[in-house]
């Protein structure tokens, strides 16, 4: 915890230099392992008596900072950083979980975590209960006594639905569960899952905390207790992130929170524009105040973020012209960057999945996922309106 604001978080936690003459910028200790003084120190490291720096894949200077100021950000006690967002779900839920417990997640999920809790996690014996959107209301009816983890995404992915994280969390915690929140989409500067309950955080760094769209990283922030369980799984399973790409997220924290006040405007405009256009059937934005969500994202987060979905009027055959006529806005399966990008959840995401199932989850053949990036509003709204007026 601190009482810093999240600007200084971003650009000055874990790099105080006052008083010594050192490079403004946080070097890039490009190496895999660390010279050490003499058998001494390296007696105190095996004694646990030492915070000296030994292995890159258990821990860097250039990775340390980047956790400092997640940690900071997230008002957690420590922070973790990883090879991918992937990995850092596979650590939370391991320092919890072991063969036999339970994960009670929801049917809403990023689909690489739905992957990895269907078929890698239920090899290890860790198996899921996925509770659809509407059920959320009725969760302790999916918990048994095996229940562990409740794993949590809000707002979710592609239709920005929002999940009430305090009354949830509440409800796992009198169950002696753990929460563990992927708050990918709407970072800490929106929204800080552990002032809310929850247990844990984790983040694809690769999208918004990166923001640039040229790293493949991920974090876990919480308990100082719980990450460093975590960091030790991390260590076994070798998901460290490397000092280069470390250096790369520090650099992206910097600009964390002009990032998203910027990105975030964008979207609310952007929503607007397009709830007024006739080509478009639906717009699904949780600022917008018909959203069911609107209420929810209010009260839990500080802004709401630069995610946008919309429905096309027509289906495939539309989406192709639109996506055609594009000239700014690039189609692109990730998110979180400073350039507007767009999907289709139909070919991507929640390809192969059944009619059913997609109906469950909201998305349809005319489903469009946009990024907002932080370009002219007015430029990126333009782009839209023409590509929609040739469909
Ligand atoms: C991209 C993403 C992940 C996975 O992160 P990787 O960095 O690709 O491993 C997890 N959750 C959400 C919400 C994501 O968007």
Redesign the pocket.
């Known amino acids: 915890m601190n009482n810093h604001s999240d600007s200084w978080a971003c650009i000055h936690a874990g790099e105080d230099r006052r008083g010594r003459n050192t490079p403004l910028t946080e070097p890039i200790a490009q190496t895999s392992v660390f010279a050490l003084s003499g058998i001494e120190e390296l007696r105190r490291i095996a004694e646990g008596q030492s915070a000296s720096y030994l292995y890159t894949r258990y821990a860097n200077p250039t990775t340390r900072v980047a956790e400092q100021k997640l940690a900071a950000l997230e008002h957690a006690d420590d922070c973790l950083v990883t090879a ?4 850092a ?1 596979l650590c939370a839920v391991l320092a919890v979980c072991v063969a036999g417990d339970e994960i009670v997640s929801m049917l809403d999920l ?1 689909g ?2 739905l992957k990895l809790f269907e078929d890698g996690l239920r090899r290890f014996g860790i198996r899921t209960r996925f509770v659809p959107f509407g059920e959320l209301g009725n969760i302790e009816r999916y918990f048994s006594e095996r229940t562990r983890v409740l794993f949590l ?1 809000t707002p979710t ?1 592609p239709t920005l639905r929002c999940v009430d994280l305090e009354a949830l969390a509440a409800i796992a915690r009198r169950r002696g569960m753990v929460t563990i929140v ?1 708050n ?2 709407a970072t800490p500067i929106l929204q800080k899952p552990l002032d809310l309950g929850c247990d844990l955080v984790v983040h ?4 918004y905390l990166g923001g640039h769209n040229d790293i ?3 974090a876990l922030c919480g308990s100082a207790l719980a990450v460093a369980a975590a960091r030790e799984l991390m260590k076994q399973l070798g998901a460290c992130l490397d000092p280069f790409a470390s250096y790369l997220l520090i650099r992206g924290l910097k600009t964390l929170e002009v990032r998203m006040q910027r990105a975030s405007e964008n979207a609310g405009a952007i929503a607007g524009a397009l709830q007024q256009h006739a080509r478009v059937a639906r717009v699904l934005y949780p600022g917008l105040a018909s959203n069911d969500g609107h209420a929810c994202a209010q009260k839990q987060m500080r802004g709401f973020g630069a995610m946008v979905s919309f429905e096309i009027r027509g289906g495939t055959p539309e989406v192709e012209r639109f996506a055609q006529a594009l000239e700014t806005w690039t189609l692109a399966a ?2 979180g960057g400073v350039e507007s990008t767009f999907s289709y959840p139909l070919l991507s995401s929640h390809v192969g999945l059944t009619e059913a199932r997609l109906r469950e989850l909201d998305v349809s053949p005319a489903t469009i996922r946009l990024s907002v990036g932080i370009e002219n509003a007015a430029e990126l709204i333009g782009d839209l309106r023409q590509a929609l007026d040739r469909t």
Do not use: P
């Not at 694809?204 to 999208?207: E, F, I, L, Q, V």
């Open positions: 991918s967002g992937q990995a779900t990023y690489g975590t995404e992915n992927d990918t989409f694809s760094a690769t999208k493949t990283a991920g990730s998110l």
